[in-house]
């Protein structure tokens, strides 16, 4: 079982930049594909990013797409996800967990709170 500690959040101006980490204990890390979630107030948590367990290919929801990247060091046990020209409605708390497609499967982190102001 993945077990994830995120990190990395706070707040930005639009336009601006953050990664995060998701650093995942677990022997079997590298077996997994991963991916990032977000959650907003007063929204359900949903699906941002992809990544299959040799990070050979990624996937995106389509409001991130072409701004966030997600990889992976299985190394390091530890997925990124690199948020470039972030708005006002990328705010969220962001969340990992070990995925098939967009679903999660595992265990949820506490999350890693990024806020991006106008």
């Known amino acids: 079982q993945v077990q994830p500690v995120e990190s990395g959040g706070g707040l930005v101006q639009a336009g601006g930049s953050l990664r995060l980490s998701c650093a995942a204990s677990?022997?079997?890390?590298?077996?997994?594909?991963m991916g990032w979630f977000r959650q907003a107030p007063g929204k359900e948590r949903g699906f941002v990013a992809g990544?299959?367990?040799?990070?050979?290919?990624?996937y995106y929801a389509d409001s991130v797409k072409g701004r966030f990247t997600i990889s992976r060091d299985n190394a390091k046990n530890t997925v990124y996800l690199q948020m470039n020209r972030l708005k006002p409605e990328d705010t969220a708390v962001y969340y990992c967990n070990a995925v098939v497609g967009t679903s999660p499967w595992g265990s949820w982190g506490q999350g890693t709170q990024v806020t991006v102001s106008s």
């Open positions: 990544i299959t367990w040799s990070g050979s290919s990624t």
């Open positions: 677990g022997r079997t890390f590298s077996s997994y594909a």
